[in-house]
């Protein structure tokens, strides 16, 4: 009768690296509950209907945008110019809103109008060679001057009162903002896993030559991509004046930051090629949770852009582990 071989210990690491890679998300959902049960340990007022009410619409704005970027992040790019396609697009809408133009086609033409910049970012990108970073940062620029010259400078007011009736508007109790968030989320959802552009930008952001040698139209899917994440982010702009009942152009400042982090806190990979949507959601969520909290608590709002800085890094951290050997 043989000996039997003694059994190896295993890493308490790798079997952590282990339950990372079958369940990506895990991680998120055990970060977003344990600040939810320290929050309503912390303050009473957490998980109130009122308050829970302004953290989904918190989250909705953030979110909306943060899809966008999820796609931008994935094909490989970047895009600093969502903050200031908010802020234009606040302005125009309000605008147009204001002298009288019906509020469907205001808000048809904004849409328009931000995908026009988006496209401008494209060709830049893809036809002019100019890296996405560049860019990307030359249309926030230019954006938040569009912004600053419609409005000079001040806030649009006299906004239509259907209009901003929207955003304080309620389905079944929950936030319309909120909703028309869950929906672009779901809609991200078919277009990045079910439909061929959705598989062309996970092949850009793995490799740009090999996703060109296999028949990818490069032009097109990098257009898409622009453009897509411009138009989400002027959505996120007219939702944010119907809420703020006011066309403001300085709208949107930081958020492309948020964006960003967003979608790396949900686990996409600034190198390209990974990433969800329901993560991006849980980290529009996560980042919408820390500012509710900081406010609830009476928290000076500059240490939660450190907060969010800290959780940048861990994020990344906690992606490099789980990849590692």
């Known amino acids: ?22 369940y990506p ?38 979110a909306i945008i943060s899809v966008g970027m999820t796609f931008v992040i994935i094909s490989g790019g970047i895009d600093l110019s969502v903050g200031s396609i908010v802020g234009v697009s606040s302005v ?7 002298n009288g133009m019906p509020i469907w086609l205001a808000i048809l033409l904004t849409l328009l109008m931000s995908c026009v910049l988006g496209l401008i970012s494209g060709i830049a990108i893809y036809d002019a060679k100019v890296p996405p970073f560049i860019a990307t940062l030359g249309m926030m620029s230019a954006a938040r001057g569009l912004a600053l010259m419609f409005s000079q400078g001040r806030t649009i007011t006299n906004i239509p009162r259907p209009f901003t009736q929207f955003a304080q508007a309620t389905v079944v109790g929950i936030p319309s903002l909120f909703l028309v968030a869950l929906i672009v989320a779901v809609l991200g959802v078919i277009i ?3 439909t061929q552009f959705g598989r062309n930008v996970y092949a850009m952001g793995s490799s740009k030559e090999v996703a060109r040698l296999s028949g990818i139209n490069m032009r097109t899917n990098t257009y898409g991509i622009y453009v897509l994440s411009a138009a989400l982010s002027s959505l996120a702009g ?5 809420r703020l009942a006011s066309g403001i152009p300085t709208s ?42 900081f406010n609830l608590l009476g928290i000076d709002p500059f240490w939660m852009r450190i907060a969010i800085g800290i959780l940048i890094v861990v994020a990344v951290f906690v992606d490099q582990f789980r990849k590692a050997d």
């Open 1 to 22: 009768m043989g000996v039997a071989e003694p059994r190896t210990k295993q890493n308490p690491w790798t079997r952590i690296r282990a339950i990372q890679n079958k």
């Open 25 to 62: 998300l895990s991680t998120l959902f055990v970060v977003i509950i344990a600040m939810w049960v320290v929050l309503a340990i912390l303050s009473p007022y957490f998980f109130t209907y009122h308050n829970m009410f302004n953290l989904g619409r918190q989250t909705a704005l953030t």
């Open 92 to 98: 125009v809408v309000s605008l147009l809103m204001v």
């Open 192 to 194: 990045l896993n079910r």
């Open 238 to 242: 007219i939702l944010m004046t119907s």
């Open 252 to 293: 949107g400042q930081g958020d492309e930051m948020d964006a960003i982090a967003s979608v790396v806190i949900g686990g996409a990979s600034l190198a390209g090629a990974e990433g969800s949507i329901v993560g991006t959601m849980i980290g529009a969520l996560i980042m919408a949770t820390l500012r509710n909290g």
